[in-house]
């Protein structure tokens, strides 16, 4: 069963900054916040992943609070191609942990304008 | 990021025959891949976790006798769609962790094969 829950949908403009939250609040003590994104007939796209803070990459970057209990995917000056659904997963992504299955909710779908 | 690979990408079969999907990772060890299912316009579904060198582990309300995971290398987990119906047609997306730098892993997923039962 999905540990999350996100928005279904978003609506952004070309150029402008996304922000989607997601809600985790029984995340555990050893769970990672992973993001993906996904178009149709492909599989899902590694964004980012965190466990605490701020993480970022070449691509968005992911704020953690400090309670973990949700995290904020920021998708800087998004464009056409961004449309997609973005998931957020938790899971313990600990190296050789055995617990570290990852369950999907329904996803965020952002369509961007021009 | 880390490579995984799915074959084929399609495909299309007789109801009552079998289908084997490969999943591969490319550039990197796995002793651990996920299996995933997704009908259209829902989410992926996990269905099962292949363990290299011992048994799959099920996901609850999947059948073992007819979803056959084999992990025999440490490259390589194939899913073995038996005796196939109409409403096993799907896309199903294989998943393999990977180790990072810092002491996580992450997990990267494949292009998906889409399989059509008529």
């Known amino acids: 069963l999905a540990k999350t829950t996100q928005p279904i949908s978003m609506d952004s403009y070309e150029g402008q900054e996304v922000n989607i939250t997601c809600s985790h609040n029984?995340?555990?003590?050893?769970?990672?916040i992973t993001w993906y994104q996904q178009f149709p007939s492909q599989g899902p796209r590694f964004i980012i992943q965190?466990?605490?803070t701020k993480v970022t990459n070449e691509v968005a970057s992911l704020f953690i609070p400090a309670d973990r209990k949700s995290s904020t995917l920021s998708l800087p000056r998004v464009s056409l191609s961004d449309t997609a659904v973005y998931y957020c997963?938790?899971?313990?992504?600990?190296?050789?942990?055995?617990?570290?299955?990852?369950?999907f909710g329904r996803g965020t779908q952002l369509t961007v304008w021009p | 990021g880390a490579v995984v690979s799915q074959h084929p990408s399609r495909v299309i079969c007789k109801s009552g025959t079998s289908v084997k999907i490969e999943c591969r990772s490319l550039?990197?060890?796995?002793?651990?891949m996920f299996w995933y299912r997704q009908f259209p316009k829902q989410s992926l579904m996990l269905m099962a976790t292949?363990?290299?060198?011992?048994?799959?582990?099920?996901e609850q309300g999947v059948e073992k006798d007819k979803f056959l995971i084999n992990h025999a290398s440490l490259t390589l987990s194939t899913l073995t769609v038996t005796s196939a119906h109409p409403e096993d047609s799907s896309f199903y997306i294989c998943?393999?962790?990977?180790?990072?730098?810092?002491?996580?892993?992450?997990?990267?997923f494949g292009p998906g094969t889409r399989l059509l039962v008529l």
């Open positions: 998943s393999a962790r990977v180790q990072g730098n810092v002491g996580e892993e992450t997990q990267y």
């Open positions: 029984n995340i555990a003590t050893n769970d990672y």
């Open positions: 965190g466990y605490k």
């Open positions: 997963l938790v899971g313990d992504m600990n190296r050789g942990s055995t617990l570290g299955r990852l369950y």
């Open positions: 550039d990197f060890q796995a002793t651990t």
């Open positions: 292949s363990n290299e060198g011992s048994k799959a582990t099920y």
